[in-house]
């Protein structure tokens, strides 16, 4: 048998995926390389790409095998759930000098971010009453009071500034941390006769 054979056969392999991922967070899998004729894959470069085959991630192999095994040896990659939730096809490949390039393909799943309840409850600050129809946003977020003086934004979590504004109203707004399900409360001026800029502003 000849021992001039140029190229061996290395085999590739994921594991340690955890199912769905959040969109947008980070996880960590594991990434083992072997070779067929006995090598010991220590130091090569993985890449991991997505379905358009761009990288997403690198990793580099170990130097220890895996329990059980001749020459798996392995490394953490760390990775980011893609942004769109869904099924995502990925696929780990390495080339090593002297052997044919290897793959190995594996999904990733990719869930929705969590979003959070905030209850925001707009008070008439001189008849100390609930004050319907009065907008409250955060960012993109929208909604209008009800007639228990009541909206509620979903949003995700982090920080963000909310606004309270209606016409003949002053307008306030409060910078908070959104980390779960929460209530805020405002209480905003009858001003019948607010300058034109303020019209402006908030009516444009
Ligand atoms: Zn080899």
């Known amino acids: 048998m000849s021992t001039e054979a140029a190229t061996h056969t290395a085999s590739l392999a994921v594991w340690g995926l955890q199912g769905p991922v959040e969109a947008g967070h980070p996880f960590t899998a594991a990434v083992g390389g072997t070779c067929n004729a006995g090598c010991v894959l220590t ?7 997505d379905a358009d085959g761009a990288t997403v991630a690198r990793a580099e192999l170990g130097d220890t095998a895996w329990p059980g095994t001749a020459n798996l040896v392995w490394g953490n990659v760390e990775l980011v759930a893609p942004q769109t939730p869904g099924t995502h096809q990925w696929t780990a490949r390495i080339a090593a000098p002297g052997h044919a390039a290897a ?39 929208h909604a209008v009071t009800d007639g228990d003086g ?28 959104v980390g779960g399900d929460a209530e805020v409360s405002f209480t905003i001026r009858y001003v ?8 402006r502003d908030f009516w444009a």
């Not at 130091?43 to 790409?49: F, G, L, P």
């Not at 999904?107 to 979003?115: D, F, G, I, N, T």
């Open 192 to 199: 019948p006769d607010k300058d034109p800029q303020y019209v």
């Open 103 to 141: 793959q190995f393909a594996f999904s990733v799943a990719s869930v929705p971010a969590p979003r959070h309840q905030l209850t925001v409850q707009v008070l008439d600050g001189t008849k100390r009453k609930p004050l319907k129809a009065a907008h409250v946003g955060a960012g993109p977020v």
């Open 43 to 49: 130091s090569r470069q993985v890449e991991i790409v």
């Open 150 to 177: 009541r909206a509620t934004l979903l949003l995700p979590p982090g920080d963000v500034t909310i606004q309270v504004w209606k016409q003949k109203y002053s307008a306030a707004e409060q910078a908070l941390h």
